[in-house]
């Protein structure tokens, strides 16, 4: 299984300022995606990281708001822009790797906009 | 319709019960299925992993895949404090991005 790190743990920011979350990899791996996990609820993916090439979003998630980066295939950083209240959630890096297509989660970013 | 239904909870039970979570799904094309286990404040973790139909037993935990009912099932045995947590079905096609239930949240009693 690939062991993932996220930085920060946490965060508490004020409204209208932006976010950077890193990612980082102990091993290569194909796919990173990006989750969100508000109180109580379950995942939903934000954005496929694509190493080399624009992340893919999902409905509802757009590039100006949650710009993904992916420099190699054992880091990726999300950014949360311009925040507002309601992006106050858990933010989850996840991979996919080997022949198993299973995915591995990071311990999250729990981020607080004030 | 979600693609994936799963039991609500919350589910309470005393130490040592068998539990059994269960989701189902629409999609015929998954092939493998997960199920992750996930602490407050934590990630979630893999727990236990099955391609295709059958069963698979880890310890007290089983996981069992009827593809011809579209039905996964996790069974917890001799359950324990420790073992409360929200518990995630997932499955996907073989394409790497993974589809997942609501989550159940399980609470073990000593």
């Known amino acids: 299984s690939a062991v993932i790190s996220q930085k920060p743990s946490r965060d508490i920011c004020q409204r209208g300022t932006s976010l950077t979350i890193q990612c980082q990899v102990d091993s290569q791996v194909t796919m990173m995606f990006w989750y969100r996990q508000q109180p109580g609820q379950s995942l939903t993916l934000i954005a496929t990281a694509n190493q080399g090439s624009e992340a893919t979003y999902e409905s509802g998630f757009v590039i100006d708001k949650f710009p993904i980066s992916r420099p190699n295939l054992t880091f990726s950083t999300l950014t949360v822009s311009n925040m507002s209240p309601e992006d106050s959630s858990i933010y989850l890096c996840?991979?996919?790797?080997?022949?198993?297509?299973?995915?591995?989660f990071g311990p999250g970013t729990r981020l607080t906009v004030l | 319709q979600k693609e994936v239904e799963q039991d609500p909870g919350p589910l309470s039970v005393p130490e040592g019960a068998i539990v059994s979570l269960n989701c189902t799904y629409s999609?015929?094309?998954?092939?493998?299925f997960m199920w992750y286990r996930q602490y407050s404040r934590k990630g979630p973790e893999l727990l236990m992993y099955t391609y295709s139909s059958g069963n698979k037993e880890d310890g007290r935990f089983t996981a069992q895949v009827d593809k011809s009912s579209k039905y996964i099932s996790l069974f917890i045995r001799d359950s324990q404090p420790s073992d409360s947590a929200t518990y995630l079905c997932?499955?996907?096609?073989?394409?790497?991005?993974?589809?997942f239930g609501d989550g159940t949240t399980l609470t073990v009693k000593p």
């Open positions: 999609n015929s094309a998954f092939q493998y």
């Open positions: 997932a499955m996907n096609t073989n394409a790497g991005k993974s589809t």
């Open positions: 996840s991979v996919s790797g080997g022949s198993t297509d299973t995915q591995y």
